[in-house]
């Protein structure tokens, strides 16, 4: 089971705080998706819960346990895994061996946790063999969500997973996050496609300056004036 909390975190990058007081959550099974305008602070955010910034203010926690400042390899340890919008995958490596590099920190069996993984990604087993460089944007970005869970997350946190695909394949990846969620995994999403996000989330946070602006069920949220007004910023 995986509950993560970010709260009142406040961080920046060795000025003036880009995010200030932000908060987040999400739970075992559930996608919960951070949206805003460019500059907002979602990225920052999520590198903060992962340990890639330092955090100034706040805590992070999961499944009550404090894991505020804890570095990446030691948070992948306890559950949290993470894609980068970026260099993201192995691209001289064959896709099998990203998978295999993604279980470093695995202890049961890695075989059958391939097995289990491929399962979800079926489109990848005919391509296991070609190196990353060889295989379209899409087909990458499902390798680099594949890897990630080869470690056996409770959550995950995605920045911007569909960034510079075309609608079919950004669908596509949807398509595999919500396949995710439904294994128990707990996804936090940071994404600019605002509509295709709300139509597959659970939760919604809006950021705008570097803050929660608003925050809700997507259902609730989907299609609202107010919302479309934070994304154009």
Do not use: C
Not at 86 to 98: G, H, I, K, R
């Amino acid at each position: 089971m995986g509950r993560l909390r970010a709260e009142g975190i406040v961080v920046g990058y060795g000025g003036p705080p880009i995010v200030q007081e932000a908060s987040v959550f999400v739970d075992a099974g559930r996608i919960a998706v951070i949206l805003g305008p460019n500059g907002a602070g979602k990225s920052t955010l999520a590198k903060a819960i992962v340990g890639l910034l330092r955090i100034a203010a706040g805590h992070v926690r999961l499944n009550d346990q404090e894991v505020t400042g804890q570095p990446p390899y030691r948070l992948v340890r306890l559950g949290i895994g993470y894609l980068p919008q970026l260099a993201n995958v192995f691209s001289e490596m064959t896709v099998l061996e990203n998978l295999e590099m993604g279980a470093f920190t695995y202890r049961g069996d890695i075989k059958k946790r391939l097995d289990d993984v491929t399962a979800l990604f079926p489109d990848l087993g005919g391509v296991l063999k070609k190196k990353a460089s060889q295989l379209s944007g899409g087909q990458q970005r499902m390798v680099a969500l594949a890897r990630a869970l080869m470690v056996d997350p409770k959550v995950i946190i995605l920045d911007e997973p569909t960034a510079g695909l075309s609608p079919i394949y950004a669908e596509r990846v949807w398509e595999h996050i919500v396949r995710v969620r439904e294994t128990g995994v707990g996804l936090l999403v940071v994404e600019q496609n605002a509509r295709m996000a709300m139509e597959h989330a659970d939760h919604v946070f809006v950021m705008a300056n570097g803050r929660n602006a608003l925050s809700g069920p997507a259902a609730e949220l989907i299609g609202k004036d107010e919302v479309a007004a934070l994304l154009v910023g």
